[in-house]
């Protein structure tokens, strides 16, 4: 296992950070929806998002067991660095969403890790999310346009808007209140 998270404790910080972010975008709808519609062409939030993958990619490289490829860590630290530095100097594209698909990557192995073989039913909100994330992962780095056009879908009318806040917020109080009661 390369994370030593507790699924109580994954539960605790993944439902009130999505509790959190939707309950900023019901409250500040305008900012956040203003922010969101910038995002996909921001590069400087793709630098910042990129960066985080980056140092969060070689902690994992430096810290994991590699098995048979433990000899060939230098060099996964070495292409690592190398790409990060690549991609931030060469991709102009959507950047920030490329960046984003892989912090998405990255989040959900945790998450998948906390819930692996646990009895309870209720660990799949954390299983389900997990997938989630990486669907989505996978195809905002493939294609970076499809996180643009999904904003401006939900974006487009005030009802879409508050419901996918609201559902958010009630998936974040439903993960909050299984890792209260059960995963404790």
């Known amino acids: 296992m390369i994370y030593s998270f507790s699924l109580y404790t994954t ?3 993944v439902g009130a950070l999505l509790l959190i972010l939707h309950a900023v975008a019901l409250l500040h709808a305008e900012k956040v929806r203003q922010f969101l ?38 060099i996964f630290l070495a292409i690592t660095g190398i790409g990060y530095f690549l991609t931030l100097n060469f991709v ?31 660990r799949l909100l954390l299983s389900v999310l ?30 879409r808007w508050r419901i996918a806040a609201l559902a958010g917020a009630v998936y ?6 299984a890792a209260l009661t059960q995963w404790g």
């Open 37 to 74: 519609q910038r995002l996909p062409r921001s590069r400087e939030m793709g630098a910042v998002l990129l960066t985080v993958d980056a140092a969060w990619a070689l902690t994992l490289l430096a810290r994991m067991d590699l098995g048979e490829f433990t000899t060939y860590r230098p």
């Open 130 to 159: 997990a997938y989630v994330w990486a669907t989505l992962g996978l195809f905002w780095v493939g294609k970076p346009y499809l996180l643009r056009d999904q904003i401006a879908w939900v974006c487009k009318t005030e009802t």
């Open 11 to 13: 539960g605790l910080l």
């Open 92 to 122: 102009e594209e959507f950047l920030a969403v490329r960046a984003l698909g892989m912090l998405l990557l990255l989040a959900a192995e945790p998450l998948l890790e906390a819930a692996f073989l646990r009895p309870e039913t209720s």
């Open 172 to 177: 974040g109080l439903a993960i909050l209140a």
